[in-house]
């Protein structure tokens, strides 16, 4: 059975940094694109950022460009997102996810005073 596994969230004041991580079992993210997604109260889902296989590909969320950095090591099936300058507004529950059909269980992020 594949699992996706996120930690590294928190509370965390307005311009601090966080790092995401996502590890995987059961199978090999080496050849899936992975991504982040990530869920505000009251809110839909939405893409943050997204990796190809290779990372040959990146895309991120225009709200989250030069702050969020997505990467990823296929070798420790796992992936990251750093989260550098957090506003109040990026308070949400972060999802990994592979080749968008396993997901993983989410990681609340609380950027507050």
């Known amino acids: 059975q594949v699992q996706l596994v996120e930690s590294g969230g928190g509370l965390v004041q307005p311009g601090g940094s966080l790092r995401l991580s996502c590890a995987a079992s059961?199978?090999?993210?080496?050849?899936?694109?992975m991504g982040w997604y990530r869920q505000a109260p009251g809110k839909q889902r939405e893409l943050v950022a997204i990796i190809t296989s290779n990372s040959g590909t990146i895309n991120y969320k225009d709200s989250v460009k030069g702050r969020f950095t997505i990467s990823r090591d296929n070798a420790r099936n796992t992936v990251y997102l750093q989260m550098n300058s957090l506003q109040p507004e990026d308070t949400a529950v972060y999802y990994c996810?592979?080749?968008?059909?396993?997901w993983g269980q989410g990681t609340l992020v609380t950027v507050s005073e």
């Open positions: 059961g199978s090999a993210i080496s050849i899936y694109w």
């Open positions: 996810t592979m080749g968008g059909t396993v």
